[in-house]
């Protein structure tokens, strides 16, 4: 990586515009440019401020206003990097485990909650089933190369599988290994701010803006599967979807 003062440049203090806000459309227009990539780290902020001939004030303001647009991200104890971000097809039916190898990381899970029991009436309404009905409660924090990246809840439906623990890493696998992978599902997708035991668990601030997707998926002949809302961190996804022009 070059270094960052060559791509940052020197800061004109004659200008109208204050210095905080040069420095954050520098550092914004390397990241974009890819000349600064996914996971480099910036220098700390008092050598950053040394090398620009600027008060660390004016470092941490611009690089607090990348944090919040996502660009960049601080982990506690080790520094301030570029965010590595991850675009998911929002058009099509793919399970995370599948994204993210297609994107070449090693995903992997760790549960918090993987037992059997019975449908709420939220739950049996929002499914389109009736009380009693025998469902699998699955929660879980999905890892990408180590970092969590997605807190998941999934109610599926007991018919699905012999066991809960049959699901490892991956549900849709586990799910197509017995025939019963769904075809089809509804999604939704809202903006979110973690609250502290989100935040605490996804390592990310109290707060910060975040992405829930609620599934709703179900087989060919249009029986219900699950039912899962994932919370995904917002500074490194992108949700895209393919829209073409209708007849």
């Not at 012999?162 to 089809?184: F, H, I, K, M």
């Not at 502290?196 to 992405?211: D, F, I, M």
Request: aromatic letters at 6%; glycine letters at 6%; a negative charge.
């Amino acid at each position: 990586m070059p270094s960052l003062l060559s791509l940052v440049g020197r800061l004109d203090t004659s200008a109208n515009l204050p210095l905080y806000l040069q420095l954050q459309r520098a550092l914004r227009h390397a990241i974009v440019e890819n000349k600064l990539g996914p996971d480099d780290a910036l220098p700390p902020e008092r050598e950053l401020a040394e090398a620009l001939s600027v008060s660390r004030i004016t470092v941490r303001k611009a690089i607090d206003k990348l944090v919040d647009e996502g660009l960049l991200i601080r982990r506690q104890g080790a520094g301030t990097f570029v965010a590595s971000r991850v675009e998911k097809n929002f058009s099509k039916l793919a399970s995370f485990s599948e994204d993210m190898i297609a994107r070449g990381g090693r995903p992997h899970s760790v549960w918090l909650q993987r037992v059997e029991t019975t449908v709420t009436p939220e739950e049996a309404m929002d499914l389109g089933l009736g009380l009693g009905t025998a469902v699998y409660r699955l929660n879980r924090l999905r890892f990408v190369d180590e970092m969590p990246m997605a807190r998941e809840f999934c109610i599926l439906l007991a018919t699905c599988l012999p066991s809960p623990t049959d699901v490892g890493d991956s549900l849709y696998a586990a799910l197509d290994a017995v025939g019963n992978r769904p075809t089809r599902a509804l999604q939704r997708l809202r903006a979110i701010s973690f609250n502290a035991e989100q935040a605490e668990l996804l390592q990310v601030t109290e707060g910060a803006p975040g992405l829930l997707i609620e599934r709703r998926s179900f087989k060919r002949d249009g029986s219900p599967v699950e039912f899962t809302r994932s919370y995904y961190r917002g500074d490194t996804y992108d949700f895209v979807a393919e829209i073409n022009e209708t007849e």
